[in-house]
């Protein structure tokens, strides 16, 4: 059984950093996507970053281009998402998906798992 186990939010100030990290166990994952996820309250779930386990391409929302770096340890496996210039805007509760298969999808009905999320909050 697949789990994600996202860890790293809090609180921080505008203009600062965080990383979080989603731990997956439970299966190889060479053949998974693995994609960042946010939700803020009344919103719908918006993706951010995704990654291919086996090849390492990403892929990235224009909204955190440029400022958000998804990476991957295989041998940890262990998805990161670094966060930089946080905005106040960033402000939500971030999940940590996977979905098996060669088709990348950016929409959050297409993942099979996901993590608890882990609240970011960023204060102006």
């Known amino acids: 059984q697949v789990q994600l186990v996202e860890s790293g939010g809090g609180l921080v100030q505008a203009g600062g950093s965080l990383r979080l990290s989603c731990a997956a166990s439970g299966r190889t994952f060479g053949s998974y996507k693995m994609g960042w996820f946010r939700q803020a309250p009344g919103k719908e779930r918006e993706f951010l970053a995704g990654?291919?386990?086996?090849?390492?391409?990403?892929y990235y929302a224009d909204s955190v281009k440029g400022r958000f770096t998804i990476s991957r340890d295989n041998a940890k496996n262990t998805v990161y998402l670094q966060m930089n210039s946080l905005k106040p805007e960033d402000t939500a509760v971030y999940y940590c998906?996977?979905?098996?298969?060669?088709?990348?999808?950016?929409?959050?009905?297409?993942?099979?798992?996901w993590g608890q999320g882990t609240q970011v909050t960023v204060s102006s």
């Open positions: 990654i291919s386990w086996s090849t390492g391409r990403t």
């Open positions: 998906a996977a979905r098996s298969g060669a088709i990348f999808y950016t929409s959050a009905r297409e993942y099979d798992h």
